[in-house]
C-alpha cells in the first residue's frame, strides 16, 4: 500500500467516524420531541412555554449535526 492509498483511507476512516455523531444526534432530536409531546399532553396550557425551549433544544442539538458533517466534509474533501 503506498502513501497516497493510506492517506485516503485514513481520511475515510475519519469521515466515517465524525460521521458517527449524527447518530446521536437522532436520538437526541427523537428524546427532545418525546418530550414535548408528553409534557403538553399532561400540561395543555404550558405548550407556549414548552414549544419555544423544544425549538431551541432542537436547534442547539441540529448544530452538533452540521459541525459533524462539516467537519466530515473538510477531512474527505481537503
Known amino acids: 500500500m503506498?502513501?497516497?492509498?493510506?492517506?485516503?483511507?485514513?481520511?475515510?476512516i475519519g469521515a466515517g467516524i465524525a460521521v458517527i455523531a449524527l447518530a446521536?444526534?437522532?436520538?437526541?432530536?427523537?428524546?427532545?420531541?418525546s418530550s414535548l409531546v408528553t409534557?403538553?399532553?399532561?400540561n395543555p396550557?404550558?405548550?407556549d412555554n414548552?414549544?419555544?425551549l423544544a425549538i431551541l433544544g432542537f436547534a442547539l442539538t441540529e448544530a452538533v449535526?452540521?459541525?459533524?458533517?462539516?467537519?466530515?466534509?473538510?477531512?474527505l474533501f481537503v
Open 65 to 75: 449535526a452540521l459541525y459533524a458533517l462539516v467537519i466530515a466534509f473538510i477531512i
Open 45 to 47: 396550557s404550558a405548550r
Open 2 to 12: 503506498d502513501l497516497a492509498s493510506a492517506t485516503k483511507l485514513g481520511q475515510e
Open 39 to 42: 409534557s403538553v399532553a399532561r
Open 24 to 33: 446521536g444526534v437522532g436520538v437526541g432530536i427523537g428524546q427532545i420531541f
Open 50 to 52: 414548552v414549544f419555544g
